[in-house]
Every structure is written in structure tokens, then in C-alpha cells.
T-cell receptor
Framework: EDQVTQSPEALRLQEGESSSLNCSYTVSGLRGLFWYRQDPGKGPEFLFT???AGEEKEKERLKATLTKKESFLHITAPKPEDSATYLC????????????FGRGTSLIVHP | KAGVTQTPRYLIKTRGQQVTLSCSPI?????VSWYQQTPGQGLQFLFEYFSETQRNKGNFPGRFSGRQFSNSRSEMNVSTLELGDSALYLC??????????????FGSGTQLSVL
């Protein structure tokens, strides 16, 4: 059973069309939840870390939020350069600090 | 500051061969982790090294091994390659991986194709 599930698997948006990506997790205790962006042919690049329910972080058109069971990555008025795969990773408290990654959401923004 | 460097960028091997991949972490980073990325399984953790010691290991067969040198550079080796080993192999470095807010810095990966 996956501990980290991301949805949708793929998302196509028109430029300017806002939407949200979801990351749900089932670990018993959360140490940290990470969002990464991965461009084709490159490794993931860090975006945000969230630690507790209610926390929010923003960067340009991206805003990440966290509840006790899931995180959302909101994309406001996206541009074609926001096209990438967005990965969520969860670090469990009390156990190994190695993060578990979701399978990602592939986002394509059409001009 | 130079990022994480992985070599080679691309590799083509045949079944039964072995392969060695190299990773140079960001200067000052002592932890190196290796991940396998495939379209079907996503990012799967292989192992993590810190100060030349393997501290964590994922659920992969013994054909997958690694090591870390005193300068923190790391290598991973896959012996007796199988078709299913075709994947993007990513290396990530971090300063103190067990810190609460520690993020990973990834290289661009080595794309391995097994024919």
C-alpha cells in the first residue's frame, strides 16, 4: 500500500487556468512534507517543506498547504514554463528520515 | 557553488553486464542517497551513505550496491543487469539528512538502458 498518493497523474491546463494538485499520505506521524519540481531530463528541484497542519508556503504562482492527511499545491494563473512533474515526498517521524516519494503529477500548461 | 554531478549521463548495456555510476555531491555535503526512477514505480530509494557508511537501504536485491569515499563522492554498482533495471538513476546529496528541515539536492541522473 502506497504511503504517498498523488492525484491527478496528469493535468493539462490552459495558460491562466488555476488548479490544484493533491498529495495524500498515510504515515502515522509526519515529520515533514516536501514538494519538488522535476523538468524533463533533470533531477527533482526542491520547492517547499511543510511541517504541521494549517501551514502554508508560497513561491511565485505556487502555494502549498497542509492538512493532517493531505497537501495541496495550488497553481494560480499558470504559465507554460510551469509545465513539469511535481513530486510530493513525506518524511515520517519516529522512524527512518528517508523520505517516501509519490509518483508525481505531470502538468502541461498550454499557451 | 557547483551542484550534484552524475556521470555518465547515458549508458546502454546488455543483459548480464555490470555497470558503475558515479556521483559527486555538493561541496560540504556528507550524505549521498541513490534513487531509481521509472515511469511505473516513480522514485524508489536504493541506499544512503553518510561518512563512508551505509546508513539506510531500500528494498532492492543484492545486485545493487554502493560505496562512498572519504571525499563524499559515491558510486553505485549494478551487477548482472536485467531488462527491468532500465531506469533513471538519481543521486541526491544533503548536509545533515536527519535534520528536520533537510532537503535533498538532486543531480540530473544517469539514464540506463538495458538491452
Amino acid at each position: 500500500e502506497d504511503q504517498v498518493t498523488q492525484s491527478p497523474e496528469a493535468l493539462r491546463l490552459q495558460e491562466g487556468e488555476s488548479s490544484s494538485l493533491n498529495c495524500s499520505y498515510t504515515v502515522s506521524g509526519l515529520r515533514g512534507l516536501f514538494w519538488y519540481r522535476q523538468d524533463p531530463g533533470k533531477g527533482p528541484e526542491f520547492l517547499f517543506t511543510l511541517y504541521s497542519a494549517g501551514e502554508e508556503k508560497e513561491k511565485e504562482r505556487l502555494k502549498a498547504t497542509l492538512t493532517k492527511k493531505e497537501s495541496f499545491l495550488h497553481i494560480t494563473a499558470p504559465k507554460p514554463e510551469d509545465s513539469a512533474t511535481y513530486l510530493c515526498a513525506v518524511q515520517q517521524s519516529g522512524g527512518s528520515y528517508i523520505p517516501t516519494f509519490g509518483r508525481g503529477t505531470s502538468l502541461i500548461v498550454h499557451p | 557553488k557547483a551542484g550534484v554531478t552524475q556521470t555518465p549521463r547515458y549508458l546502454i548495456k546488455t543483459r548480464g553486464q555490470q555497470v558503475t555510476l558515479s556521483c559527486s555531491p555538493i561541496s560540504g555535503h556528507r550524505s549521498v542517497s541513490w534513487y531509481q526512477q521509472t515511469p511505473g514505480q516513480g522514485l524508489q530509494f536504493l541506499f544512503e551513505y553518510f561518512s563512508e557508511t551505509q546508513r539506510n537501504k531500500g528494498n532492492f536485491p543484492g545486485r545493487f550496491s554502493g560505496r562512498q569515499f572519504s571525499n563524499s563522492r559515491s558510486e553505485m554498482n549494478v551487477s548482472t543487469l536485467e531488462l527491468g533495471d532500465s531506469a533513471l538513476y538519481l543521486c541526491a546529496s544533503s548536509l545533515t539528512p536527519d535534520a528536520t528541515n533537510e532537503k535533498l539536492f538532486f543531480g540530473s541522473g544517469t539514464q540506463l538502458s538495458v538491452l
